[in-house]
């Protein structure tokens, strides 16, 4: 069985232990990248992979160095958000990590975001929170779960083409809004939730509704036009054919070495070609739909 196959059937069984979608792709040299999406923590993969390792049947991926990289999804974010807001520790660490930054850090520059010192210290305490978390996304009590949806529906933006996009920013600028009230200095100031550990429901009920973000608000840069995507795609098979063309003339030396060296190739040609898939996918997204009097 071939390396790239090893890796390929790695994936799917660290996958199965941790049911969430893993993938494992060839970086450089004698480098893999391990990549998911919430799930585990870094160390507990890196414990299942050691023991899928220890095994005999992925022998050709000991030797190799394979780097875990774990990313977040917006769902994780809105529920560590939540639960946060609930326990009470969401507004102590957001005033602490704003005064922080006002009397530590200079002001942001102008073009580099524009961020509040709230905006910062909410986004950077969420951080820390997903990083400590397994499974963030999961809901960390019952009572979390229709606010999780709530903040989600009112951090969804919708563009002019009809495409929807959530994001944290948009997340954020909601959450401290529900949260604010009028203080003597004129600055609006987080408000705290009340928590009653020996009543919780009334505490979910707590926090104001939460309201969406206007559609004409102008949030973040705009979205990449179709053409631009696909203009991309194009340069991305343009890529993926070098690259199988490399591997072809590799292989085709017979030599064990040749084709020692070919194989990564493989799989770098099939990640490319899934690159260009999603942008393929993502331009058809972005591409408005046809009226009646167009067809």
């Known amino acids: 069985m071939s390396r790239s196959r090893q890796a390929y059937k790695l994936a799917a069984h660290l996958g199965e232990v941790t049911g969430v979608r893993v993938e494992l792709v060839y970086n450089t040299g004698a480098e893999w990248h391990l990549n998911w999406t919430d799930g585990p923590l870094q160390d507990q993969m890196k414990e299942h992979l050691a023991d899928a390792l220890a095994g005999h049947h992925y022998p ?112 954020a600028r909601v959450l401290l809004n529900a949260d604010r009230a009028p203080a003597e200095h004129g600055r609006p100031d987080l408000k705290m939730v009340p928590a009653n550990p020996a009543r919780p429901e009334p505490v979910a009920a707590a926090p104001r509704p939460f309201r969406s973000m206007p559609d004409t608000e102008p949030v973040g840069p705009p979205a990449p036009s179709p053409a631009e995507l696909r203009a991309l795609k194009d340069e991305a098979d343009a890529l993926q054919q070098r690259i199988q063309d490399v591997y072809q003339r590799l292989w085709s030396w017979t030599s064990e070495e040749s084709r020692r060296l070919a194989r990564p190739l493989e799989e770098a040609a099939a990640s490319v070609r899934r690159a260009s898939d999603a942008l393929e996918k993502t331009a058809t997204a972005l591409t408005p739909p046809r009226t009646s009097t167009q067809k």
């Open 60 to 171: 050709d991926m000991r030797d190799r160095t394979i780097r875990c990289w774990r990313g977040h999804s917006t769902r994780a974010w809105a529920a560590r958000a939540i639960a946060a807001r609930r326990e009470g520790t969401l507004t102590p660490a957001v005033a602490e990590g704003a005064a922080y930054r006002r009397t530590h850090l200079p002001p942001s520059r102008p073009g580099t975001g524009d961020l509040s010192p709230e905006e910062h210290a909410l986004h950077s305490h969420i951080d820390d929170l997903i990083d400590a978390t397994a499974y963030p996304d999961r809901a960390s009590a019952t009572e979390d779960e229709p606010l999780i949806e709530e903040l989600l529906a009112a951090g969804t933006r919708k563009h002019p083409n009809g495409y929807r996009q959530t994001g944290e920013y948009e997340m």
